[in-house]
């Protein structure tokens, strides 16, 4: 009888741990964090509506709010504050991006896993381009599963679509479940740094709330562009070439003059005016394509 007694013991234990671990329809109970990221706002109601719908799916999700201050359609922008954020949050984490997502004649949302084992939700019109180059690809699924859904996919709204995926997959949903593999998606055409000869190229990649423009240009090119504190640089952007100082902080310049650093938080090259808004002095937005020499 002891013998009985302990073998149902250790089966009730087994089946225990298999019914918390799992659930009953199969899938690991699991609790990633959810990170947001989107351009509705700080006092949008959606926000309101894609936090209903998570907590709706996912009772016991942990929802974080990166940013809601993107800049309305503004997917570059977007792109470079989503892999900021994913350079800094560790794995099992489930970021939804909702920037700009009807850029298409029918939405097409994916799922993508990246090396880190970080998950993301998102429309596919380019905010993963920084996230895959950066962090690479192990997955990406476009969500097809209607059955998941009771209206058609393509009749709603980003944060239904987006607020539900994401709940199910922070909360352990297979991405397999959510619809078709899918190999092909939407990349922003960034100019990558290069240096040719005496040329140094890149990108605008985001504006700061001071009018700073951050560029994709690391510390590391500009110095083996030879790039030294003290050097005057002209700057070649769409509206014409200006000429500014390349320094180290913005008071190495006298106030309302130029300045070219690296920003020691993002190690790259980022173009200023000292107590000013470089960006609205040269008309500069996210996506803008430069010259240094």
Do not use: W
Request: net charge negative; with cysteine.
């Amino acid at each position: 009888m002891k013998k009985i007694s302990l073998v149902l013991i250790m089966l009730l234990s087994t089946v225990t741990f298999i019914s918390t671990t799992f659930g009953c329809n199969g899938q690991k109970q699991v609790n990633m964090p959810i990170v947001l990221l989107t351009d509705y706002g700080s006092e949008d109601y959606r926000i309101a509506q894609l936090k209903g719908i998570i907590y709706s799916n996912n009772p016991e999700a942990m929802v974080i709010d990166a940013s809601h201050s993107v800049p309305a359609f503004d997917i570059p922008t977007g792109a470079f504050m989503l892999d900021v954020a994913a350079k800094e949050f560790p794995a099992d984490v489930v970021f939804i991006a909702i920037i700009a997502p009807y850029t298409g004649p029918e939405t097409k949302y994916i799922v993508l896993t990246n090396d880190k084992k970080q998950f993301f939700v998102l429309p596919d019109n380019g905010l993963l381009t920084y996230v895959i180059k950066n962090t690479g690809t192990r997955a990406i699924y476009q969500v097809t599963n209607q059955e998941l859904f009771d209206r058609p996919i393509k009749e709603l709204v980003a944060e239904r679509v987006q607020g539900k995926i994401g709940a199910l997959v922070a909360s352990g949903y297979r991405l397999q479940d959510l619809g078709t593999p899918s190999a092909i998606y939407r990349t922003l055409d960034i100019q990558d740094p290069v240096i040719a000869g005496r040329k140094l190229l890149g990108t605008i990649v985001y504006i700061d709330h001071y009018g700073n423009a951050v560029t994709n240009i690391s510390g590391k090119t500009a110095s083996e562009f030879g790039l030294i504190p003290g050097d005057t640089v002209n700057i070649i952007m769409p509206r014409g070439k200006i000429t500014a100082s390349f320094g180290t902080i913005y008071s190495d310049v006298p106030q309302g003059e130029e300045i070219m650093f690296v920003v020691n938080n993002l190690d790259t090259v980022q173009l200023s005016i000292n107590l000013g808004s470089f960006a609205d002095v040269h008309g500069l937005k996210a996506g803008t394509k430069i010259e240094i020499q």
